[in-house]
């Protein structure tokens, strides 16, 4: 029979008792019970009572905690007492749920890749919540009948876990559905999250308590499945968690999601008749009045102030309160406007494209990759048309400018800084981020002017003007209309009207540091580049910052503390980087006759024993060689199922180097950085050399004359040193900053540290 298994964390801890050993596939249920006179910091491992799901009658709950009682759970002497609170316990009380089903090898529709759907849920009312689900729910939810059908098939693979405490009320069971909904979601095997709504709380009664309780349940849910379960610590580093739509945001962060919403409702139509699927909640299908000004809402705020954590959020609240779900048909040839999705998440970096895209894909909002999940040049050419002035069709658009075919309701453009504001070999356009506006009602546009790295990304007076960098337009609610001037690549002139919001984060989310430190990094990557004295706050949340006077310590450090971090249940996620100032090519191979060779960042020491910049080279005595940005990815032999995985939580990069472009957007544990001769100190500050960098993209003049150089190698800089979350360590290049940096800190490090 199809069993149902409940567990009680902590529960009657002054009795002992003996675990019932649980079948191969069960379900468990979670809770934590403490009696008024017991000691609440005792906690016994978890028990279970067993129930075939099917059966959800007063008697057959009432049977399942009889036989739970005769197996001297409730205590030696049997008391009545503890009896009758434990039958409340699961019966009266708000309780939590977990319901799995493990299709692996289930079918070739099914098989291969996550094996788990699940659904997480609160109720006041367990059986009459599990007879809703089996009897009702599948006549009108598509994704609850293929549920049910699949556990009258193989009754042994569907689980529920059931989670109690005593101290449950409405708000924390709300915030424990909505944080094992994030959680959920981050685990690798799991393919599909059920349910989808969004409940975090703000404060309440027994608020304070929720961490313990959330924690001490996952820990048990952890001890007995593992694969579903993975460790806490390894759910809170993953990138997917890091983007998660469910994360509770902080009360700057949520007064934006207001703002950003409040103009979106502006130009929202009602439209119940519309027929789009709406997700839970959702106040039914809309309508973007199309005859408006293209809504822009602009996003900014600096490395680490949470716009990725906003901009998800963002996206599954329009999804889910909106109904602006798009048509996920499995015909979507990309050109039909029928086929076309409502709302998109554009994004020019392949990794975090591919954090967006399981997050949509696990969280039900696309069918495929790339349907709401797209790059800057996919998303132009879908909504264009594709003839060239002959007539004849082309496999992208001739001339963005002047080929808008449709518009979107809704755009999300993460790191808009990315994008180009030129033409490339696979875009013939002048400015990516116009020719998005063209295709949108409503574009939500995140951007951080210290992330522009390139010259292709150099943003002029007008683009400035527009993204809030330059007058008193980011202190503004609401602005005029921006009227754009451009011209096309025949000479002919074009405008453009956006209606034109900002929007701004300043709070520091990813570095957790006293603001002591944090002003420290924040000086030191200014345009000034001032170098002092550290003195972080002993009160507040230290923050390692060690400064290393050979590249070999540092490598050693950074090992030492992914050892460290995995040793405690966490991915690691401890990495070097490096300032782009050594050769690569992911086009070209640096010794042809070679094929183990790879590029690699390279330092020699010399003579009087400083360490010095070399292109080429071996590790050997006295000298440091490793692999870098992504040239593991092809030794391991699998480089198309890594690259969808973030570059640090694959376990083989400890063993190379990141740039710039592995690192962007994504966090680490502690980020050792090695800071390559293009970054000097001089006369008391910060000094770069662009001579000495290897990236051509930010150092050519020839793209974009009026572009700045130097601007785009201290962007460079603030990124890397901003990336650790618990720490960074610090090699540098040249003598000068290497002695300035350790005496700001105190001296060098040694390998013990």
């Not at 709302?343 to 696990?362: G, H, P, R």
């Not at 495929?368 to 004849?392: D, E, L, P």
């Not at 990516?432 to 790295?453: N, S």
């Amino acid at each position: 029979m199809y069993k149902i298994h409940y567990c009680s964390v902590g529960f009657l801890a002054d009795h002992d008792f003996e675990p019932i050993s649980r079948p191969s596939c069960i379900q468990i249920g979670v809770g934590s019970w403490h009696s008024e006179t017991m000691d609440s910091s005792s906690a016994p491992q978890p028990v279970v009572m067993t129930l075939p799901y099917g059966d959800f009658s007063d008697e057959d709950f009432s049977k399942a905690i009889a036989e739970y009682k005769q197996a001297k759970v409730v205590g030696s002497q049997g008391s009545k007492v503890e009896g009758r609170l434990l039958e409340e316990l699961f019966l009266r009380y708000p309780t939590v749920y977990i319901v799995s089903a493990d299709e692996r090898d289930s079918g070739k529709k099914h098989g291969g890749g996550p094996p788990y759907v699940v659904y997480v849920g609160e109720t006041n009312d367990i059986r009459s919540r599990t007879r809703q689900h089996i009897e009702l729910d599948p006549r009108t939810r598509t994704d609850w009948e293929r549920l049910v059908r699949f556990m009258r098939n193989h009754q042994d693979r569907v689980c529920q876990y059931i989670i109690g405490d005593r101290h449950f009320n409405k708000s924390l069971t709300l915030d424990m559905e909505n944080r094992l909904m994030g959680y959920m979601q981050s685990v690798d095997a799991v393919k599909l999250v059920m349910n989808r709504r969004t409940n975090a709380q703000d404060m309440y009664y027994t608020s304070d308590e929720f961490d313990s309780i959330f924690s001490k349940a996952w820990q048990t849910l952890h001890e007995m499945e593992p694969d579903l379960f993975p460790e806490e610590k390894a759910i809170l580093d993953s990138a997917l968690f890091k983007a998660s739509p469910f994360r509770k945001l902080t009360d700057e962060q949520r007064r934006a999601e207001e703002a950003v919403l409040h103009v979106l409702e502006s130009v929202i139509i009602q439209n119940p008749s519309e027929g789009f699927h709406s997700m839970t909640e959702s106040i039914g299908p809309v309508q973007i009045n199309n005859k408006a000004h293209t809504q822009v809402i602009v996003v900014q705020g600096m490395s680490g102030t949470g716009k990725t954590v906003l901009l998800s959020h963002l996206f599954y609240q329009i999804c889910a309160r909106y109904g602006i779900y798009g048509n996920l048909n499995d015909k979507d040839d990309n050109h039909s406007s029928k086929a076309r999705q409502r709302s998109y998440i554009i994004v020019n970096q392949t990794e975090q494209a591919n954090v967006y895209n399981q997050m949509a894909l696990k969280l039900g909002l696309q069918k495929k990759r790339g349907q709401c999940v797209v790059g800057a040049v996919q998303f132009i050419n879908r909504f264009s048309k594709h003839t060239n002035r002959n007539g004849r069709s082309t496999g992208r658009a001739a001339d963005p400018m002047n080929s808008v075919d449709a518009k979107a309701d809704v755009v999300l453009i993460d790191e808009a800084h990315l994008l180009l504001t030129q033409g490339s070999q696979s875009y013939s356009g002048s400015n990516q981020l116009y020719d998005i506006l063209r295709r949108a009602k409503v574009a939500i546009v995140v951007f951080d002017p210290e992330q522009v790295l390139r010259g292709s990304q150099f943003v002029d007076a007008q683009e400035s003007r527009l993204l809030g960098l330059t007058g008193s337009e980011h202190d503004k609610t609401f602005s005029q209309p921006m009227l754009i001037h451009e011209k096309s690549r025949d000479g002919q002139a074009h405008e453009d009207t956006f209606q034109v919001s900002h929007v701004r984060l300043d709070q520091q989310m990813r570095i957790q540091a006293d603001p002591a430190t944090c002003a420290w990094l924040d000086r030191m990557t200014a345009k000034d580049g001032v170098i002092e004295p550290l003195h972080p706050d002993p009160w507040e949340h230290p923050y390692e910052i060690k400064v290393f006077d050979s590249p070999k310590d540092l490598r050693e450090f950074i090992r030492y503390k992914d050892r460290e971090q995995r040793g405690e249940g966490s991915l690691g996620l401890c990495r070097l980087l490096a300032t782009y100032d050594w050769p690569y090519s992911s086009k070209k191979h640096p010794d042809p006759l070679d094929s183990s060779r790879h590029w690699q960042v390279v330092l020699r020491q010399g003579d009087s024993g400083q360490w010095v910049w070399a292109e080429e080279g071996q590790e050997g005595d006295g000298e440091f060689a490793m692999p870098w940005n992504y040239e593991l990815y092809e030794a391991q032999g699998n480089s198309a199922a890594n690259h969808r995985i973030a570059w640090a939580e694959l376990p083989f990069t400890i063993d190379e180097v990141g740039s710039i472009f592995t690192i962007q957007g994504f966090d680490l544990n502690y980020a050792g950085v090695i800071i390559g001769p293009s970054v000097t100190y001089r006369n008391g500050k910060i000094k770069f050399e662009p001579k000495f960098s290897c990236n051509t993209l930010a150092t050519n003049h020839r793209s974009e004359p009026e572009m700045n150089p130097v601007d785009n190698l201290r962007h460079e800089f603030n990124v890397l040193l901003k990336r650790g979350v618990h720490g960074l360590g610090l090699f540098a290049v040249d003598p000068e900053l290497r002695n300035r940096l350790a005496w700001a800190v105190g001296g060098f490090a040694s390998v013990q540290d």
